[in-house]
């Protein structure tokens, strides 16, 4: 079966919002002299543009799965420092956070690992956890408004 234009769009949509919300984030960043990126906001790309109507692609989940996960990891990393345990501890309380607190977003489960082999700083919760989650979500929002996809399903 041949491959329509209207399919292919589809396919490029999610790679074409994506490579925007790291180009602006880098660009602002640079410009702020600050840091909004971190690995795993690559992976928030693939939910926010790919699964736009997910549960995990929301803005409360984005947000705040990213800040609650890193302020766990920043806890841990203070209260017990870096060794197996305490990182495995970590991810699994960022976890249970948040289920409890309905912001599940699975990339976020990396913040407390990238926060404890990096030895970030209680300021990594700003910048750039906090304005980087919420420049992907107001790219995504005018993302999707120019192609028509509905996001966000629900703010908070």
């Known amino acids: ?3 329509t234009l209207q399919s292919v769009f589809k396919i490029l949509i999610p790679g074409v919002g ?17 840091s909004l990126l971190m690995a795993p906001f690559g992976a928030s790309c693939v939910i926010a543009f790919a699964l736009p109507q997910s549960p995990l ?12 996960s890193t302020l766990i990891g920043l806890s841990a990393l203070t209260a017990f420092g870096t060794h197996a345990w305490s990182m495995a501890l970590a991810v699994g309380a960022a976890i249970t956070l948040m289920q409890l607190t309905r912001t599940l977003h699975p990339p976020a489960g990396a913040d407390p690992l990238l926060v404890m082999l990096t030895g970030a700083k209680w300021s990594f919760l700003f910048t750039p956890v906090l304005l980087g989650a919420l420049v992907l979500v107001l790219v995504a929002l005018c993302y999707h408004r120019v192609t028509k996809v509905a996001y966000p399903n629900k703010w908070w």
Do not use: E, T, Y
């Open 57 to 68: 692609a929301q803005p409360r989940s984005l947000v705040g799965g990213h800040v609650l």
């Open 1 to 3: 079966m041949k491959p």
């Open 18 to 34: 994506g490579f925007l919300a790291i180009l602006i984030c880098s660009l602002f960043g640079d410009a702020a002299k600050i």
